[in-house]
């Protein structure tokens, strides 16, 4: 089956076309955000069109924001594409090319891509967190995308491990994101030294002891929040996402910590780094777009 996926970012719209899960074609445009969501949409209409004379079953589509996959309607983006909220985006896809268009968050799609492709290929259930300026993830649950009673779940970077800790943007104070995203693991390392500016300048420099001792005291807060989650969610798998997790150290040593900070029934969870890369959004939008053909999506 033959998917043409989008990835619509605040800064790139990423578009391929998926032949049976394989990424066939991959090309990264600069969305027009300044210019709002209506200019977003007519992107996304040219560059599909682009890959009809290949032919297509279905339209594959992730994206930034809080999004209605019922509907396929966004219904909140301002903080990175102005006028996109409440954009119909599936039937205003629907009715320009007449094919079944599945539309998901950014995030949930990857996890889709994960949990069919790569770091969950096989397993049952899948959690996948990402550590970037804040702590997202998703939650792919029996095979099965759990996006809540109102499209939300998995908002863990919100999950309180420090009582009246650290205040947040969400309003709350002490948010595990506060304390475990590459955000925080950033600002705590340009206490030592300001030009440990990145994830990479850090692990450049983690044979120097008080940059290692940074590093450790940031992943004792992941594995607080990872172990919390392994509790709530029973998963087989874990998948660790983000561009600080494409590192060895901090991935390997939550392999070694998160299980002992678990009961021994939890203890056989699979943590390991995503798979994907940048291309999970693509592949797991053209996975739900192939279910939503194959009439698999309910
Ligand atoms: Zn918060």
């Known amino acids: 089956m033959k998917i043409i ?28 955000a300044s210019e709002g969501g ?4 007519a992107l996304a209409k040219k560059l599909i069109a682009a890959y009809l004379p290949e ?64 770091a969950g290929k096989g397993c049952k259930s899948l959690l996948c967190v990402g550590f970037g300026t804040s702590v997202g993830g ?13 499209f939300g779940a ?4 919100h999950m309180v491990t420090h009582a ?9 104070r002490g948010c595990f994101e506060r304390y ?28 120097e002891p ?5 590093v450790d005291s940031w992943l004792r807060e992941i594995v607080y929040g990872l172990a919390s989650l392994i509790h709530l969610w029973d998963p087989d798998c874990l998948a660790l996402c983000g561009g600080v997790m494409q590192q060895s150290y901090p991935v390997e040593q939550l392999k070694a910590l998160v299980p002992k900070s678990v009961m021994p029934a939890y203890r056989s969870v699979s943590i390991q780094a995503a798979q994907l890369g940048n291309q999970a959004g693509l592949l797991g939008a053209a996975e739900l777009a192939r279910r939503l053909a194959a009439g698999q999506l309910r």
């Open 164 to 172: 009246g800790g650290l205040p947040c943007g969400c309003g709350q």
């Open 210 to 214: 008080r940059v290692k001792a940074v």
């Open 55 to 118: 032919g297509a079953d279905g339209i594959g589509i992730s994206t930034a924001g809080v999004v209605d996959s019922k509907s396929g309607s966004i219904l909140f983006a301002e903080d990175c594409i102005r006028g996109y909220t409440g954009i119909q985006v599936k039937a205003l896809l629907e009715d320009a090319f007449s094919l079944p268009t599945a539309v998901e968050n950014d995030l949930n799609a990857a996890a889709v891509g994960e949990a069919a492709f790569g």
């Open 5 to 32: 996926a989008l990835d619509i970012g605040g800064t790139a719209v990423k578009s391929g076309l998926v032949d049976n899960g394989v990424l066939k074609e991959h090309r990264e445009t600069p969305t027009p």
């Open 180 to 207: 475990a995203s590459a955000s925080a693991l950033v600002r705590q390392a340009q206490r030592l030294d300001p030009s440990l500016d990145s994830g990479r300048a850090i692990f450049r420099r983690l044979r």
């Open 38 to 41: 209506q200019a977003v949409v």
């Open 154 to 157: 998995g908002e863990f970077g």
């Open 138 to 150: 998703a939650a792919v649950l029996d095979g099965r995308l759990y996006t809540g009673s109102h």
